[in-house]
């Protein structure tokens, strides 16, 4: 039951350069995506979220596209600076109060010098 | 900045025994989750709390598994007899209000190891 997939295991990117990270959904109920960065040792940590009525939250270095007919979202990271380096998880949560969140399997970005 | 923290970070068990996960999470969240992540797997939805019962529970959170706030800090999730697969890393999460427009928040984990 893969609801959320991100299809890049990893991805390497040079220090100052953009790094973008993928994710596809099948489900037409998902309507909030989320992404968390999670390093070794620790749980995740939110870093930005988008609500299906946009197609492009920013916040800061960090921009997430949203592509509803394509069932499609994007990070994009720019630039990227080592400290980035960890494995970024997709996430999205349907309909209903509190509703669970549904993880993709992340991705693994080393940012290098 | 308020955090979700869990004990202990790392529980060894022996098969079949009872083995309880803590988490204390931020004050004034009122919704509660467990999730799990086993080796080189996505991280999966266990259990959603609120208002002292379960919310929402997934097909892995079968009998063996619970969950109780028994007083107002803390946020337990039983497993009454461990299986093997049952080794995974336990995360809990809390969410203020409930709302979609604000995350959950995670604690750090506990890895469970049966033996």
């Known amino acids: 039951d893969q609801q959320v997939k991100q299809n890049s295991p990893s991805l390497s990117v040079q220090e100052g350069r953009i790094s973008i990270l993928n994710c596809d959904y099948t489900n037409s109920m998902f309507d909030y995506f989320l992404w968390y960065k999670k390093y070794p040792a620790e749980g995740p940590t939110f870093l930005i979220s988008?609500?299906?009525?946009?197609d492009k939250n920013e916040d800061g270095r960090f921009t997430v596209f949203l592509n509803k007919s394509a069932k499609h979202l994007s990070l994009h990271i720019v630039p990227s600076q080592p400290g980035d380096s960890a494995v970024y998880f997709c996430?999205?949560?349907?309909?209903?109060?509190?509703?669970?969140?549904?993880f993709g399997t992340g991705t693994r970005l080393q940012v290098t010098l | 900045e308020p955090e979700v923290t869990q004990t202990p970070s790392h529980q060894v068990t022996q098969m079949g025994q009872e083995v309880i996960l803590r988490c204390v999470p931020i004050?004034?969240?009122?919704?509660f989750y467990w999730y799990r992540q086993i080796l080189g797997q996505k991280v999966e939805f266990l259990v959603s709390?609120?208002?002292?019962?379960?919310?929402?529970k997934s097909e892995i959170f079968d009998d063996q598994f619970s969950v109780e706030r028994p007083d107002g800090s803390n946020f337990t999730l039983k497993i009454r007899s461990t299986k093997l697969e049952d080794s995974a890393m336990y995360f809990c999460a809390s969410h203020p209000t409930g709302m979609r427009n604000q995350p959950q928040h995670f604690g750090d984990g506990t890895r469970l190891s049966i033996l």
């Open positions: 988008i609500s299906s009525i946009k």
């Open positions: 709390f609120y208002n002292n019962e379960i919310s929402e």
């Open positions: 996430a999205a949560s349907g309909a209903g109060t509190a509703s669970k969140l549904t």
């Open positions: 004050s004034n969240h009122l919704y």
